[in-house]
């Protein structure tokens, strides 16, 4: 049987039961609905709309940003922004 990335098998059921373990494609992938979580908080996610980083997914807000956003930018502006820049 093929399976999902969460490696449970692709269901093989009438179609009544097979609606329960839908499937939804995410970065090139089958996954059951309930198996596309935030590889971070574990939150289920829907299918684009998330984020994806070393194949693996991620919610967009926080973890993602928190993970791989820009670090530092509140900070930045604070300091001055683009006129302490301008100014170095």
């Known amino acids: 049987l ?9 269901p093989q059921l009438t179609p ?15 996954w059951h609905r309930p198996c ?3 590889e971070k908080c574990n939150k289920t ?4 709309g998330h ?3 070393d194949g693996k997914p991620y919610c967009n807000h926080p973890c993602y940003a928190a993970l791989f956003g820009p670090k530092g930018g509140c900070l930045w502006w604070a300091r001055g922004g683009a006129q302490g820049a301008q100014g170095s």
């Open 16 to 30: 009544l039961l097979s609606m329960a373990a839908e499937k939804v494609t995410s970065l090139g992938k089958d």
């Open 45 to 48: 996610l829907t299918s684009g």
């Open 36 to 38: 596309l979580r935030c």
């Open 51 to 53: 984020a994806e980083h």
């Open 2 to 10: 093929p399976k999902f990335p969460c490696a449970r098998p692709v």
